[in-house]
């Protein structure tokens, strides 16, 4: 399997391998890396598929797609990754051994609603479903290049905690992640901060999440700084972390399926698109999906582009801070793979529009085709729906599941059972992805219910661990000298 940009002119060009592409981020184009072609699942794969573990079947599906590494490495890899020991957080009414709980949540009218719990592991949101693998990846590949690597990220919560219990302790790994001083909950705070493992090193900047951000951008600018630290990142556009989202796609068809001929839809809470586009791959794969619903909150910059053809950054003026916060995005970085998709993965075109972006701001499909020849916003044979929820649905439907359904449901997770209960079918099965647990976001559920979220086993007092970070001002050249202080390079 060779992968080529979205933005490439030429494709027989710049083809290159799974392992190539593992390490790095954008390709040299600024586009993003895409399979040169899908690899199909037929049907009676499928049927073999559903007597399969967990990490059976995500070593089933990353051998399609990473090729290059031997197939022995990629079954430990699997192995050592999904296993119910990393995945423990599980709720008491889950079933225990299962990485990716199922659970019914209503039948009504031949319509049912499942949810699918995707974050029972460390950190408690769905990013350790696949940042959990990418720590193991990166180190065998670290291992077998005889190289190593110094991640430099910024983060408001989610993917910089989900980054650390990834890394931590890997052999040839540095962790040096940039959180904004005292802005973070303290939950997601003591979870970072308590790490004591000697790769991991947090960095409070006295200043806001943009601060952060923009001293990322800074460091890695100066690209002789880079080389010479070997500085990379783990930012949701790595194909990897997308690989391993398509795994639970194909995982929740195969739980809730009985035969091949049932299609079932999924909503996913959506803010950088790169949770959903793993659905769109796992579709494109073959697996039977119906619709796929993406859910926004008040930062509908995708809602808006499905209803209407308009796709349209938002300054940070207009990016507004919500309590769904990890769906908080001015743009969605994994779209433009979508994109690709959309127009018959036409490098040339999307490159156009993309710099359109740059230059203003946005661009409309609006009236024209896609490549499956149907006209803009009805791109049928793409099967998206959209929609968007906002902080009072947020709390009704927190309020309403809890009532309902028995169980305490995050924000974010809210804003997907919201939208998924606006485009449910008759006879066709609608799964919605959970993508934190409760505990992580306290507040909203208090302001809900007038009680606290109850924690898995272990966090009950994560606040009172000693923490260990460097507090910072706003200032590169500091980050530069710590980091370079720590390397030794
Ligand atoms: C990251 C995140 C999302 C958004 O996922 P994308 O892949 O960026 O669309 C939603 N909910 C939670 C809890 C997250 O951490």
Redesign the pocket.
């Known amino acids: 399997m060779q992968y080529i940009s979205t933005r490439s002119k030429d494709k027989s060009a710049s083809k290159r391998s799974f392992s190539q592409i593992l390490l790095e981020g954008l390709a040299p184009d600024g586009g993003l890396y895409m399979p040169e072609s899908y690899p199909v699942v037929t049907g009676q794969e499928l049927d073999k598929w559903r007597s399969l573990s967990y990490a059976e079947l995500a070593f089933e599906i990353l051998g399609k797609f990473a090729d290059d590494i031997p197939e022995k490495d990629l079954k430990m890899l699997a192995e050592k990754t999904y296993t119910p020991e990393v995945y423990r957080n599980v709720r008491n009414d889950d079933a225990l051994d299962a990485i990716t709980p199922l659970r019914l949540l209503e039948e009504k009218d031949g319509r049912k609603l499942m949810l699918l719990g995707l974050?029972n592991g460390p950190t408690l949101?769905?990013?350790d479903m696949a940042m959990q693998l990418l720590g193991n990846l990166f180190e065998y590949e670290l291992k077998r290049q005889h190289a190593e690597l110094n991640i430099l990220g910024a983060t408001s919560?989610?993917?910089g905690s989900?980054a650390e219990y990834a890394m931590r302790g890997k052999k040839g790994i540095r962790v040096f992640m940039l959180s904004p001083y005292r802005k973070m909950s303290a939950f997601q705070t003591a979870q970072m901060f308590s790490l004591q493992d000697p790769n991991i090193f947090n960095i409070a900047i006295e200043g806001v999440f943009d601060d952060c951000q923009d001293i990322v951008k800074a460091v890695s600018n100066d690209l002789e700084y880079k080389a010479r630290q070997k500085i990379g990142t783990v930012n949701?556009i790595n194909w990897a972390r997308v690989v391993a989202?398509v795994v639970y796609y194909f995982r929740a068809y195969l739980m809730a399926t009985t035969g091949n001929e049932e299609k079932v839809s999924f909503t996913?809470?959506?803010?950088?698109?790169?949770?959903?586009?793993?659905g769109h791959i796992a579709r494109m794969m073959g697996l039977p999906i119906d619709r796929l619903v993406v859910a926004t909150n008040e930062n509908d910059v995708l809602d808006e582009f499905f209803r209407t053809g308009v796709y349209r950054v938002r300054k940070s003026e207009e990016t507004w801070h919500t309590s769904?916060?990890?769906?908080d995005?001015s743009k969605?970085?994994?779209f433009e793979r979508f994109v690709y998709d959309l127009l018959g993965q036409d490098g040339e075109r999307v490159n156009g529009l993309f710099r359109q972006i740059e230059t203003k701001g946005f661009f409309d499909l609006s009236g024209q085709y896609g490549s499956d020849g149907n006209e803009f916003p009805q791109v049928k044979n793409y099967g998206f729906e959209s929609g968007k929820s906002t902080h009072a649905d947020r709390i009704e439907t927190i309020r309403f599941v809890q009532k309902e359904y028995g169980i305490t449901i995050?924000?974010?997770?809210a804003?997907g059972i919201k939208v998924a209960r606006e485009h449910q079918r008759k006879g066709v099965t609608m799964i919605v992805l959970e993508?934190?647990q409760a505990a992580?976001?306290n507040e909203t559920i208090f302001e809900a219910l007038s009680r606290n979220a109850a924690r898995p086993a272990g966090f009950e007092r994560i606040e009172e661990l000693p923490q260990r970070f460097t507090v910072m001002p706003i200032d590169d050249g500091e980050v530069k000298k710590f980091i370079a202080e720590r390397t030794g390079l």
């Open positions: 974050s949101a769905f990013k919560g989610d993917t989900a949701s989202q996913v809470p959506s803010g950088n698109f790169g949770n959903i586009c793993a769904s916060p990890s769906m995005i969605a970085s994994n995050d924000p974010h997770t804003d993508t934190a992580k976001f």
